[in-house]
């Protein structure tokens, strides 16, 4: 199992509801991020942070929002999504954003109605 | 704008067969390659990472090698196992601006094993 945690592990939600997705990392790890990977498609970066502060945003879609509270958590706030907003959304971590690989959390199952 | 390409799409192998995925990427501008595992429906696991500095990496039955001039990367895979049957991903990190280690990855190579 690897030190990148991910709840809830499944999420099936309407079009009208809000939810969070969270992410905890146990590696000491100082950067974070979200990806999205939808069928047939690879995955794509949604968010960085670094040391708690946001360093990229990869013209995501307003009704996903991102918040870092410490470089350990790491949140994504949803409302107002679409069912093609339906897919497979991971969490990483890396220790920092440069040199070393990044640690992937098992993802979140989003499915939107 | 950097794309990867991963060839082939899918691969069926009997037991025990040496294999070789492939991955290719436009730009040669890279700080490094990963390659991941990805079960159905699970999160990715680091194989290798190679630096771009670097020509290849090894771990275990496991070896990439990377051409960057060329904007190739091999993963290699010995005495295949029904255990490695799973998706192979490629991922290059980016090597510029503020986008510096940002991963482009590939669409994945499913791979079976059949025992």
């Known amino acids: 199992e690897t030190g990148v945690t991910q709840t809830p592990r499944h999420l099936v939600m309407g079009m009208t509801n809000k939810k969070s997705l969270k992410c905890e990392q146990h590696l000491g790890h100082n950067a974070m991020y979200w990806y999205k990977q939808s069928a047939k498609k690879p995955l794509e970066l949604m968010f960085v942070?670094?040391?708690?502060?946001?360093?990229e945003n990869n013209s995501v879609p307003s009704r996903f929002s991102p918040e870092c509270p410490n470089s350990s958590h790491l949140f994504l706030h949803l409302h107002t999504l679409q069912p093609e907003d339906s897919a497979l959304y991971l969490c990483?971590?890396?220790?920092?954003?440069?040199?070393?690989?990044?640690?992937f959390g098992p993802g979140t199952r989003l499915t939107v109605l | 704008k950097q794309e990867v390409t991963q060839i082939p799409a899918a691969l069926s192998v009997p037991e025990g067969e040496n294999l070789v995925l492939n991955c290719s990427f436009t730009d040669s501008a890279i700080y490094n390659l990963q390659w991941f595992r990805q079960d159905p429906g699970k999160g990715l696991t680091s194989l290798l990472l190679?630096?771009?500095?670097?020509r290849e990496q090894t771990s275990g039955r496991l070896n990439a090698s990377l051409d960057k001039s060329s904007g190739r990367s091999t993963l290699y895979i010995a005495a295949s196992q029904p255990g490695d049957s799973a998706t192979y991903l490629c991922?290059?990190?980016?090597?510029?601006?503020?986008?510096?280690?940002?991963?482009?990855f590939g669409k994945g190579t499913k791979l079976s094993v059949k025992p």
């Open positions: 990483a971590s890396s220790q920092d954003t440069l040199t070393r690989g990044q640690f």
């Open positions: 942070y670094n040391f708690k502060e946001q360093t």
């Open positions: 991922a290059v990190a980016l090597n510029y601006g503020g986008s510096q280690g940002n991963l482009i």
């Open positions: 190679i630096q771009s500095s670097q």
